[in-house]
T-cell receptor, first 113, second 116 residues
Framework: KQEVTQIPAALSVPEGENLVLNCSFT??????LQWFRQDPGKGLTSLLL?????REQTSGRLNASLDKSSGRSTLYIAASQPGDSATYLC????????????FGTGTQLKVEL | SAVISQKPSRDICQRGTSLTIQCQVD?????MFWYRQQPGQSLTLIAT?????????ESGFVIDKFPISRPNLTFSTLTVSNMSPEDSSIYLC?????????????FGPGTRLLVL
C-alpha cells in the first residue's frame, strides 16, 4: 500500500527566504506526482505535476523535483512571500494514471512579514 | 481547466441525520471523484462516480453510508447518511482533465461538515 509522508508538518519562515518542502513515498511505481496548495475555505490548487519519466518541473518561483527510484520529491519555493502561506500537499497516482491519488498529510507553511 | 462548485460550503448537522452535497463542473467529464479530509488528516478517496453506472467505492467506504448520484456529465451528489461526529470532515469533489498528454486533477472548494 502506497504511503506518502511530508516533512516538515509545519514551517514558519520570514519573507524573502528560500525554502524546501519534502515529500517521500514508499512505492516507486507511480504514474505521476503532483504538488497542490490548499487555502482555508478553498479547494486544492494544482501547482506542479511531474510525470514519472521527468526529473523536475518549474513554474515561476516554484520548482519541483522527482527522484522516483528513491521515492522522494521536493518543492522549492524561491523568495517566499506572505501570499505563499498555505498548506502544501503532494500526491502520487498509481501506474496507469487515474485519479486514485494518495496524498501526504501536508506541510503548513507560514511566511511572515 | 475546470471550474468546480460545491453546495453547501459548510453545514452543522445533528447526529443521525443525512446531508447531500452537490458538485457542479463547468465542463463535461467522464469521472468525478469524492474525497474526505478528516481533521488533521490528508485526503482520502471515497469513491469514483461514473455517469450511467454505479459508483465505485474504495476500501472502507460503502454505498449505504455514502450514496452517490451522477445524473449527467457535469453534476454529482454525495450523501452522508446517518451521520455521527466521526463524519465531521471536509468533503471535496474532483475531476481530472486530459490536455494533450497531461492529466491534471481539479478540486472543488470543499464542503465543511460538522456533526454534533
Amino acid at each position: 500500500k502506497q504511503e506518502v509522508t511530508q516533512i516538515p508538518a509545519a514551517l514558519s519562515v520570514p519573507e524573502g527566504e528560500n525554502l524546501v518542502l519534502n515529500c517521500s513515498f514508499t512505492d516507486s511505481a507511480i504514474y505521476n506526482l503532483q504538488w497542490f496548495r490548499q487555502d482555508p475555505g478553498k479547494g486544492l490548487t494544482s501547482l506542479l505535476l511531474i510525470q514519472s519519466s521527468q526529473r523536475e518541473q518549474t513554474s515561476g518561483r516554484l520548482n519541483a523535483s522527482l527522484d522516483k527510484s528513491s521515492g522522494r520529491s521536493t518543492l522549492y519555493i524561491a523568495a517566499s512571500q506572505p501570499g505563499d502561506s498555505a498548506t502544501y500537499l503532494c500526491a502520487v497516482s498509481p501506474p496507469g494514471g487515474g485519479n486514485k491519488l494518495t496524498f501526504g498529510t501536508g506541510t503548513q507553511l507560514k511566511v511572515e512579514l | 481547466s475546470a471550474v468546480i462548485s460545491q453546495k453547501p460550503s459548510r453545514d452543522i448537522c445533528q447526529r443521525g441525520t443525512s446531508l447531500t452535497i452537490q458538485c457542479q463542473v463547468d465542463s463535461q467529464v467522464t469521472m468525478m471523484f469524492w474525497y474526505r479530509q478528516q481533521p488533521g488528516q490528508s485526503l482520502t478517496l471515497i469513491a469514483t462516480a461514473n455517469q450511467g453506472s454505479e459508483a465505485t467505492y474504495e476500501s472502507g467506504f460503502v454505498i449505504d453510508k455514502f450514496p452517490i448520484s451522477r445524473p449527467n456529465l457535469t453534476f454529482s451528489t454525495l450523501t452522508v447518511s446517518n451521520m455521527s461526529p466521526e463524519d465531521s470532515s471536509i468533503y471535496l469533489c474532483s475531476v481530472d482533465l486530459i490536455t494533450g498528454v497531461q492529466e491534471t486533477q481539479y478540486f472543488g472548494p470543499g464542503t465543511r461538515l460538522l456533526v454534533l
